[in-house]
Protein backbone atom coordinates (compact mmCIF):
# COMPACT_ATOMS: atom_id res chain seq x y z
CA UNK A 1 0.00 0.00 0.00
CA UNK A 2 1.48 3.63 -0.83
CA UNK A 3 1.91 5.63 2.17
CA UNK A 4 1.14 9.26 2.37
CA UNK A 5 3.39 11.95 2.51
CA UNK A 6 3.75 12.66 6.17
CA UNK A 7 2.46 16.65 5.65
CA UNK A 8 -0.74 14.88 4.14
CA UNK A 9 -0.62 12.64 7.83
CA UNK A 10 -0.43 15.52 9.61
CA UNK A 11 -3.07 17.30 8.40
CA UNK A 12 -5.43 14.86 8.66
CA UNK A 13 -4.90 13.98 12.25
CA UNK A 14 -4.81 17.91 12.58
CA UNK A 15 -8.43 17.72 11.16
CA UNK A 16 -9.37 15.09 13.45
CA UNK A 17 -8.63 16.90 16.82
CA UNK A 18 -10.77 20.42 15.32
CA UNK A 19 -13.41 17.32 14.61
CA UNK A 20 -13.41 16.62 18.34
CA UNK A 21 -13.07 20.18 19.64
CA UNK A 22 -16.37 21.57 17.53
CA UNK A 23 -18.67 18.81 18.59
CA UNK A 24 -18.95 18.65 22.39
CA UNK A 25 -19.45 22.37 22.07
CA UNK A 26 -22.06 22.04 19.44
CA UNK A 27 -23.84 19.29 21.84
CA UNK A 28 -23.62 21.45 24.65
CA UNK A 29 -25.50 24.10 23.07
CA UNK A 30 -28.19 22.28 21.73
CA UNK A 31 -28.88 19.39 23.86
CA UNK A 32 -28.62 15.93 22.59
CA UNK A 33 -31.60 13.81 20.79
CA UNK A 34 -33.02 17.19 19.27
CA UNK A 35 -33.55 19.19 22.44
CA UNK A 36 -32.49 22.88 22.65
CA UNK A 37 -31.39 24.15 26.24
CA UNK A 38 -33.49 27.01 26.99
CA UNK A 39 -31.68 28.49 30.26
CA UNK A 40 -27.98 29.04 29.68
CA UNK A 41 -26.98 28.14 33.63
CA UNK A 42 -25.77 32.17 33.94
CA UNK A 43 -28.58 34.41 33.42
CA UNK A 44 -31.75 35.13 32.34
CA UNK A 45 -30.99 35.92 28.97
CA UNK A 46 -34.40 34.89 26.85
CA UNK A 47 -36.46 35.01 29.72
CA UNK A 48 -38.39 37.82 31.02
CA UNK A 49 -39.66 38.86 34.28
CA UNK A 50 -43.33 39.36 35.65
CA UNK A 51 -43.31 42.88 37.12
CA UNK A 52 -44.14 41.80 40.63
CA UNK A 53 -41.35 40.61 42.93
CA UNK A 54 -38.43 40.65 40.50
CA UNK A 55 -36.27 39.54 43.30
CA UNK A 56 -38.21 36.50 43.97
CA UNK A 57 -35.96 34.53 41.20
CA UNK A 58 -32.20 34.29 40.73
CA UNK A 59 -29.45 32.32 39.14
CA UNK A 60 -27.31 30.61 41.37
CA UNK A 61 -24.42 27.92 40.24
CA UNK A 62 -26.42 26.63 36.75
CA UNK A 63 -29.86 27.02 38.65
CA UNK A 64 -32.83 28.80 38.65
CA UNK A 65 -33.71 29.45 42.11
CA UNK A 66 -37.21 30.84 43.46
CA UNK A 67 -37.40 32.02 47.12
CA UNK A 68 -39.91 34.77 47.32
CA UNK A 69 -43.07 36.68 46.73
CA UNK A 70 -45.58 35.64 43.81
CA UNK A 71 -43.45 36.59 40.55
CA UNK A 72 -43.47 34.42 36.86
CA UNK A 73 -40.20 34.12 34.85
CA UNK A 74 -41.40 33.39 31.07
CA UNK A 75 -39.63 31.61 28.27
CA UNK A 76 -39.17 34.72 25.88
CA UNK A 77 -36.39 33.35 23.51
CA UNK A 78 -36.86 32.13 19.40
CA UNK A 79 -38.78 28.68 20.29
CA UNK A 80 -41.76 30.40 21.35
CA UNK A 81 -44.42 30.54 21.00
CA UNK A 82 -44.75 26.65 20.94
CA UNK A 83 -47.59 24.61 20.10
CA UNK A 84 -46.46 20.81 19.84
CA UNK A 85 -43.15 19.92 21.80
CA UNK A 86 -41.06 18.33 24.50
CA UNK A 87 -40.31 19.89 27.31
CA UNK A 88 -37.72 18.57 30.15
CA UNK A 89 -36.25 19.72 32.94
CA UNK A 90 -35.03 18.93 36.37
CA UNK A 91 -36.22 20.20 39.64
CA UNK A 92 -35.64 19.86 43.23
CA UNK A 93 -37.54 20.92 45.81
CA UNK A 94 -37.67 22.01 49.78
CA UNK A 95 -39.59 20.97 52.58
CA UNK A 96 -42.96 22.79 52.20
CA UNK A 97 -42.31 24.17 49.20
CA UNK A 98 -44.93 24.93 46.21
CA UNK A 99 -43.93 26.08 42.42
CA UNK A 100 -45.32 25.32 38.78
CA UNK A 101 -44.33 25.53 35.36
CA UNK A 102 -46.52 26.80 33.05
CA UNK A 103 -46.86 25.69 28.54
CA UNK A 104 -49.16 27.08 26.29
CA UNK A 105 -49.34 30.79 28.39
CA UNK A 106 -48.32 34.15 27.60
CA UNK A 107 -46.80 37.35 29.04
CA UNK A 108 -48.56 38.73 32.36
CA UNK A 109 -46.97 40.97 34.42
CA UNK A 110 -48.72 40.53 37.49
CA UNK A 111 -50.99 37.68 38.67
CA UNK A 112 -51.48 33.78 38.06
CA UNK A 113 -50.86 33.38 34.50
CA UNK A 114 -54.64 32.77 32.77
CA UNK A 115 -53.82 30.82 29.82
CA UNK A 116 -52.44 27.56 29.23
CA UNK A 117 -51.93 24.95 31.67
CA UNK A 118 -49.93 24.23 34.34
CA UNK A 119 -47.88 21.39 35.88
CA UNK A 120 -48.01 21.68 39.47
CA UNK A 121 -44.64 21.18 41.64
CA UNK A 122 -44.90 20.51 45.16
CA UNK A 123 -43.69 16.99 47.47
CA UNK A 124 -44.81 18.10 50.45
CA UNK A 125 -46.72 21.35 50.24
CA UNK A 126 -49.66 21.29 52.23
CA UNK A 127 -51.72 21.80 48.26
CA UNK A 128 -53.28 18.29 48.34
CA UNK A 129 -52.12 18.39 44.08
CA UNK A 130 -48.56 17.49 44.04
CA UNK A 131 -46.03 17.14 41.56
CA UNK A 132 -46.64 16.30 38.28
CA UNK A 133 -50.58 17.01 38.40
CA UNK A 134 -52.36 18.75 35.38
CA UNK A 135 -53.57 21.09 38.30
CA UNK A 136 -56.85 20.77 39.09
CA UNK A 137 -57.96 18.97 35.64
CA UNK A 138 -55.95 15.56 36.23
CA UNK A 139 -54.25 15.62 40.00
CA UNK A 140 -51.32 13.57 41.16
CA UNK A 141 -51.49 12.55 45.01
CA UNK A 142 -48.03 10.79 45.30
CA UNK A 143 -45.46 11.39 42.57
CA UNK A 144 -42.87 9.06 43.89
CA UNK A 145 -40.18 11.80 44.89
CA UNK A 146 -38.89 13.48 47.90
CA UNK A 147 -37.82 17.10 48.77
CA UNK A 148 -34.07 17.81 48.65
CA UNK A 149 -33.55 15.49 45.74
CA UNK A 150 -33.44 16.02 42.27
CA UNK A 151 -35.81 14.86 39.73
CA UNK A 152 -36.67 14.81 35.96
CA UNK A 153 -40.02 16.34 34.68
CA UNK A 154 -41.13 16.26 31.24
CA UNK A 155 -44.10 17.51 29.45
CA UNK A 156 -45.00 16.44 26.30
CA UNK A 157 -47.60 18.12 24.08
CA UNK A 158 -48.73 16.97 20.52
CA UNK A 159 -52.38 18.35 19.19
CA UNK A 160 -55.21 17.73 21.84
CA UNK A 161 -52.55 14.93 24.01
CA UNK A 162 -51.02 16.18 27.40
CA UNK A 163 -48.22 13.64 28.91
CA UNK A 164 -46.52 14.54 31.95
CA UNK A 165 -43.93 12.17 33.43
CA UNK A 166 -41.26 12.22 36.40
CA UNK A 167 -38.44 10.69 36.46
CA UNK A 168 -39.33 8.47 33.02
CA UNK A 169 -42.74 7.49 34.46
CA UNK A 170 -45.84 8.59 33.22
CA UNK A 171 -48.27 10.88 35.03
CA UNK A 172 -50.69 12.38 33.79
CA UNK A 173 -51.81 11.04 29.80
CA UNK A 174 -54.70 13.54 28.70
CA UNK A 175 -56.62 14.44 26.24
CA UNK A 176 -58.50 17.48 25.94
CA UNK A 177 -61.95 17.09 24.30
CA UNK A 178 -62.50 18.79 21.55
CA UNK A 179 -64.25 22.27 21.88
CA UNK A 180 -63.20 22.42 25.59
CA UNK A 181 -64.71 25.38 27.20
CA UNK A 182 -62.55 27.67 29.51
CA UNK A 183 -62.40 26.19 32.83
CA UNK A 184 -63.05 29.60 34.02
CA UNK A 185 -63.50 33.45 33.78
CA UNK A 186 -59.82 33.42 35.64
CA UNK A 187 -57.62 30.28 34.30
CA UNK A 188 -58.29 29.20 30.40
CA UNK A 189 -56.53 25.78 30.86
CA UNK A 190 -57.02 25.18 27.11
CA UNK A 191 -54.40 24.07 24.51
CA UNK A 192 -53.23 26.32 21.63
CA UNK A 193 -50.03 27.68 21.74
CA UNK A 194 -47.66 29.85 23.74
CA UNK A 195 -44.51 29.64 25.69
CA UNK A 196 -43.13 27.77 29.35
CA UNK A 197 -43.29 30.03 32.33
CA UNK A 198 -41.94 29.01 35.69
CA UNK A 199 -43.80 29.83 38.94
CA UNK A 200 -42.46 31.56 42.39
CA UNK A 201 -45.04 31.08 44.74
CA UNK A 202 -44.21 32.41 48.17
CA UNK A 203 -41.23 33.41 50.40
CA UNK A 204 -41.50 29.72 52.08
CA UNK A 205 -41.09 28.00 48.80
CA UNK A 206 -38.04 27.65 47.88
CA UNK A 207 -37.63 25.30 44.15
CA UNK A 208 -34.57 24.83 42.28
CA UNK A 209 -34.68 24.22 38.26
CA UNK A 210 -31.84 23.25 35.94
CA UNK A 211 -31.02 21.58 32.99
CA UNK A 212 -34.15 23.22 30.73
CA UNK A 213 -34.31 22.09 27.35
CA UNK A 214 -36.99 21.26 24.68
CA UNK A 215 -37.05 19.69 21.33
CA UNK A 216 -40.04 21.23 18.95
CA UNK A 217 -42.61 18.41 17.79
Not at 104 to 131: F, I, L, M, R
Request: charged content about 25%; glycine content about 8%; overall charge negative.
Amino acid sequence: MKSFPQSIAVAALLAGFVTVAVLPLHAEETGDQGFVKIFDGKSLNNWKLAEENQTAWHVEDGMLVCDGERCHVFYDGPLQPMKDFHFRCEVKTTPGSNAGIYFHTKYQATGWPKYGYECQVNVSHKDPKKTSSLYAVENVADPGVKDNEWYTQEIIVKGNHIELKVNGKTMVDYTEPAGKDAFSKDFERRLNEGTIALQAHDPQSKVYFRNLEVKPL
